[in-house]
């Protein structure tokens, strides 16, 4: 079991930045995908970001890409999201979750094994 820990929500204004760290216990994530999810209020989830097990490929939502960047550290067992420029519309509750594939990360969040409980965000404009 992987258990996952969200932390660096908050309030921040339109055009600023936050990280949201994502802590992993229970056992090493080495081997697994990792990804970032959000959900706006009143929406259903949707991908944000993943990265692949060694950290050598990522994947981005188009209304993300070139101002969030994913990254990770397995040797501290966390990944990581760098959210630049935010929007408005990126308010929402964003979750860190895990996945076992090892091949090209999941877009969707049905495959993902483990998730965290989420971390508000919210932009004001």
């Known amino acids: 079991q992987v258990q996952l820990v969200e932390s660096g929500g908050g309030l921040v204004q339109a055009g600023g930045s936050l990280r949201l760290s994502c802590a992993a216990s229970?056992?090493?994530?080495?081997?697994?995908?990792m990804g970032w999810f959000r959900q706006p209020p009143g929406k259903e989830r949707e991908f944000v970001a993943a990265?692949?097990?060694?950290?050598?490929?990522?994947y981005y939502a188009d209304t993300v890409k070139g101002r969030f960047t994913i990254s990770r550290d397995n040797a501290k067992n966390a990944a990581y999201l760098q959210m630049n420029s935010l929007k408005p519309e990126d308010t929402a509750v964003y979750y860190c979750?895990?996945?076992?594939?090892?091949?090209?990360?999941?877009?969707?969040?049905?495959?993902?094994?483990?998730w965290g409980q989420g971390t508000q965000v919210t932009v004001s404009s």
């Open positions: 990265i692949t097990w060694s950290g050598g490929s990522t």
């Open positions: 979750a895990a996945d076992r594939n090892t091949g090209v990360p999941h877009t969707t969040a049905g495959p993902y094994d483990y």
């Open positions: 229970g056992r090493t994530i080495t081997f697994l995908a």
